[in-house]
């Protein structure tokens, strides 16, 4: 079985990560995760990436460098990562798809919130790569 990929954001701004609630389906609802989503037949992981946010948060962002590692999903689905950043004029981001809140967290406040346990590694990736000098740990 192929590998598929979903693309997941690590969406920055002025120094804040963005976390997505999910809303569906039931078993993920109330669980958060880095906003993204499924790359299409023939389209790049970044095209998808700035599609997905575009379609599920109606912002403008650009891809930045790619987190390294993938996590895997339900099969054949891996996540992969990568940084983004909101375009000058883009709107602010809205919960527009399977989303019913989103909440901006600094680096201390990353773990204020329960993440689905497959972007958990994802989001310390993201800490590390982003923020090297937090020590922003996940309680147990």
């Not at 995760?33 to 997905?52: H, I, M, T, Y």
């Not at 901006?104 to 090297?132: G, I, K, S």
């Amino acid at each position: 079985m192929t590998e598929r990929i979903v693309v997941g954001a690590a969406l920055i701004d002025g120094g804040r990560l963005l976390a997505a609630r999910r809303s569906a389906p039931a078993e993920l609802a109330g669980r958060w995760e880095l906003p993204g989503g499924k790359v299409e037949a023939g389209e790049a992981p970044e095209a998808a990436l700035v599609r997905e946010l575009r379609e599920e948060l109606g912002v403008a962002a650009g891809t930045g460098e790619r987190v390294p590692g993938q996590w895997p999903l339900r099969a054949p689905y891996v996540l992969q990562v990568w940084t983004a950043r909101l375009l000058p004029g883009s709107a602010a981001p809205e919960p527009l798809e399977d989303h019913d809140a989103l909440r901006w967290l600094t680096p201390a406040q990353v773990w204020d919130v329960p993440w689905l346990e497959q972007d958990v590694p994802a989001v310390e990736r993201v800490l590390a790569q982003v923020w090297p000098e937090v020590r922003a740990a996940r309680p147990e």
